[in-house]
């Protein structure tokens, strides 16, 4: 079942690093849509339920800085 989750992004230091950010994401499996925008800081993402936590390691992995919560 896909849901379609909002998060508040904080810590990317620029618009490349979210439009890169969203690159990987996207490959994620189960991953059918993800936008991220850096001015408003937020994440939306339409997944499986099985596919939030490898988006939270890919996060963690790509910008170790970055912090996320659910809105």
Known sequence: MKMNIKFKIKGLDCANCAAELERKIQKIE??????ISFMAEKMEV????DSLEKIKKTI????PDVSIDKI
């Open 30 to 35: 189960g991953v059918t849509k993800v936008s």
């Open 46 to 49: 339409e997944c499986d339920a």
């Open 60 to 63: 963690k992995k790509e910008e």
